[in-house]
Each structure stands twice: as structure tokens, then as C-alpha cells.
């Protein structure tokens, strides 16, 4: 099992940026794609960025079309944590952001989340 722990989040004017933080209980470099969806009121749970590792520690992400261009997603295994910069911010990203796992076999995409965390809140401001 991974506990997850999201920080970063905040209120920010548009065009801001911020970046999330995940705090993984334990390493998951081998075992789980990681990730980030966010959940707005009245939409549905919409996966913005993930990330897995392949062999000879190759990365491969996956953006939402959404955030193309704006976010990144890292991870510093050494910390087993998880970023998100996310740049260019809109009125429309305001959401909860949650970080997630889903065991291998898995895809950057988090098709099937198997754990996530108790979210950290994101508001932009027009």
C-alpha cells in the first residue's frame, strides 16, 4: 500500500503559476505509474499528467490535452515525491488536485487509480 500526500496548492491570479507536491509512504519507482487528476464541481475527474518509467530508467508522460504545453510533471525518486509545475494558469484548471498510483502493469494515462491522496486545492482568479 502507498500513502500519498499532496502540498502546493493555493490561490493564484491568472497566468500564475504553482507547483504540487506528492510525498509517497514508501518508493514507487518500480512498482506504480504516478500521476495527477483533478476534480472541479459539476465536472468530471479529468487525469491531467502522469508519468511512468520504462527500462533503462526511460520516462515516458502523458499531458491531457487540456494542459499541453503548460504542465510538467516530474518525480524525484530519491525523495519519492511528485511534482506538477503548472504554468500559464486559467480560470478553468480551479480544481482539486489529487496525486495518484496505479500498479504495474500500468500507463501514464492512470486508467485504473489504485491509490490516490487526499488532494490539495488549486483556485484561479480571472
Known amino acids: 500500500q502507498v500513502q500519498l500526500t499532496e502540498s502546493g496548492g493555493g490561490s493564484v491570479q491568472a497566468g500564475g503559476s504553482l507547483r504540487l507536491s506528492c510525498k509517497a509512504s514508501?518508493?514507487?519507482?518500480?512498482?506504480?505509474?504516478m500521476g495527477w487528476f483533478r476534480r472541479a464541481p459539476g465536472k468530471e475527474r479529468e487525469v491531467v499528467a502522469g508519468?511512468?518509467?520504462?527500462?533503462?530508467?526511460?520516462?515516458?508522460?502523458y499531458y491531457a490535452d487540456s494542459v499541453k504545453g503548460r504542465f510538467t510533471i516530474s518525480q524525484d525518486n530519491a525523495k519519492n515525491t511528485l511534482y506538477l509545475q503548472m504554468n500559464s494558469l486559467k480560470p478553468e484548471d480551479t480544481a482539486m488536485y489529487y496525486c495518484?498510483?496505479?500498479?504495474?502493469?500500468?500507463?501514464?494515462?492512470?486508467?485504473?487509480?489504485?491509490?490516490w491522496g487526499q488532494g490539495t486545492q488549486v483556485t484561479v482568479s480571472s
Open positions: 508519468i511512468a518509467t520504462g527500462a533503462s530508467s526511460t520516462y515516458y508522460t
Open positions: 514508501r518508493s514507487t519507482y518500480s512498482g506504480y505509474c
Open positions: 495518484a498510483a496505479e500498479g504495474r502493469p500500468c500507463s501514464p494515462k492512470l486508467s485504473y487509480l489504485n491509490y
